[in-house]
């Protein structure tokens, strides 16, 4: 059995270190669904296991260095450097949403200040818009507020919807930007449920990558949208079982 978890995983023991978003710490993931299956359970972080599916059946097949990330609740993102899945050492590369862009900005579940999942998650949008709306936005009747609500009265012309959804385009192509910078990747992926915002919000987040970043690598980033859908996380949580018992993959 292959587990995707939100957060940081050590993903020899099966364990997770630390999930700001489910207040683990600490918790043996492989040994206690182990126990209560009787077969082997292999455990990584959700979004690297989304990143291995797309990079093998989805929108990054073909391609040896990507990005995935996702935009839902939190931020995250899983790496593919040279054709192979990065963890780091400790397993907790891809922690993008934990990057810190904002000094003086909002507390994050993560126990820092001013990451970039509190600057532009659906979480944060939502946030935004609540401290912006005034009675002129037709946001005014649909409080509490959250990001599929802000999306939608973006695309039907609402100012204040508008402004939000520019601010979070600005922040996470910060981001974005300078991973371009730092990696050099050929593709980044977008998925989670502020990606199914539709094309538009892609096309606005793809030209303030191409205007933040460095003119050389970002000539060569496409972004594009995840083939996937929800369940890439759970495919890539079989193919990481697959992988781990070093079996031949059931598909191509
Ligand atoms: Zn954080």
Redesign the pocket.
Known sequence: VGVGVPGLVDVVKGECRFS?NLHWQDVPVAQLLGDSLGVPVFVDNDVNLAALAEHRLGAGRGYRDLIMVTVGTGIGAGLILDGKLYRGPGGSAGEL??LPVDPAGTL???G?RG?L??TCSGTAIGRRASQLVHPASRLWEQQPLDARAVFAAAREGDELARTVVQEAVAWLSTGLAGVVNLLNPSLIIVGGGVAQAGPGFLDALAAAIKLRALPHPAAQVQVVAAELGPGAGVTGAGLYAWDRQGKELPCP
């Open positions: 700001p949403g934990h994050c579940s993560c820092r990451c999942e509190t």
